[in-house]
């Protein structure tokens, strides 16, 4: 079954950084894209950013264009999601996600709170 595992999520002073790993399991993981998603207290979850199944291509939401980049290791069935000057907004649950065969699949979530 499809397995997502989030981790690397913590406490980060504004102006930080941190990076978010997702492992996943289940699946042909080099045949699909993956995304990170935040959900805020009181907000909807929002897609963060997003990358293709080989790498070629990323998206990112205006909000965390420049300061994060996504990344995935085939190899290691591993993404990533490099957060740099992280602000108190960034404060959020954090998702890996998955579209497998016409379902959303989540991980557990990684707490990020950027507070001083």
């Known amino acids: 079954q499809v397995q997502l595992v989030e981790s690397g999520g913590g406490l980060v002073q504004p102006g930080g950084s941190l990076r978010l790993s997702c492992a996943a399991s289940g699946f042909t993981f080099s045949s699909y894209a993956m995304s990170w998603y935040r959900q805020a207290p009181g907000k909807e979850r929002e897609l963060v950013a997003a990358?293709?199944?080989?790498?070629?291509?990323?998206n990112y939401a205006d909000s965390v264009k420049g300061r994060f980049t996504i990344s995935r290791d085939n190899a290691k069935n591993t993404v990533y999601l490099a957060m740099n000057s992280l602000k108190p907004e960034d404060t959020a649950v954090y998702y890996c996600?998955?579209?497998?065969?016409?379902?959303?699949?989540w991980g557990q979530g990684t707490q990020v709170t950027v507070s001083s």
């Open positions: 996600n998955v579209d497998f065969w016409s379902r959303d699949y």
């Open positions: 990358i293709t199944s080989v790498g070629g291509s990323t």
